[in-house]
């Protein structure tokens, strides 16, 4: 079987560098204003870091590319956040209806 055949488990180089570089790349998506790194995973093989995740919008997604990629030592980036918005909660319902009113305008009842 050849060495390279696709699936074989990829063999740590520098676990230590790899490891380096995965704190460097933490700490910058931790201290960016906009990212939240709760929600990203980071996993460093051989200089390539992989996230993984979910942002709120492409922006912080590619903002969290861009950091990952800043970071020395990194040969390559495999970005595998995907873009999922919060959630908002439902609010209260507004209306313009007045009690009391019909479709008339006229607020009295028969």
Same mark, same amino acid.
């Given at each position: 079987m050849p060495d390279d055949y696709p699936g074989k488990p990829q063999v740590v180089e520098d676990g230590v560098r790899d490891e380096n570089i995965a704190s460097q790349v933490r700490s910058l998506l931790q201290h960016h204003q906009? #990212? @939240? *790194?709760?929600? %990203?995973? %980071?996993q460093v093989v051989n200089g390539t870091v992989f996230l #993984? !995740?979910? *942002? @709120?919008? &492409?922006? %912080? &997604?590619?903002? *969290?590319?861009?950091?990952? &990629?800043? #970071?020395? !030592? #990194? !040969?390559d980036v495999v970005n595998k956040i995907s873009v999922q918005p919060p959630s908002e909660e439902p !609010?209260? %319902?507004?209306?313009?209806?007045?009690?009391? *009113?019909?479709?008339?305008g006229s607020t009295q009842r028969s």
């Amino acid at each position: 079987m050849p060495d390279d055949y696709p699936g074989k488990p990829q063999v740590v180089e520098d676990g230590v560098r790899d490891e380096n570089i995965a704190s460097q790349v933490r700490s910058l998506l931790q201290h960016h204003q906009m #990212v @939240d *790194a709760s929600r %990203i995973t %980071i996993q460093v093989v051989n200089g390539t870091v992989f996230l #993984v !995740g979910t *942002a @709120d919008n &492409r922006f %912080i &997604r590619e903002r *969290a590319e861009t950091l990952a &990629r800043e #970071v020395e !030592g #990194v !040969g390559d980036v495999v970005n595998k956040i995907s873009v999922q918005p919060p959630s908002e909660e439902p !609010g209260p %319902i507004l209306s313009t209806h007045e009690p009391g *009113a019909n479709n008339s305008g006229s607020t009295q009842r028969s």
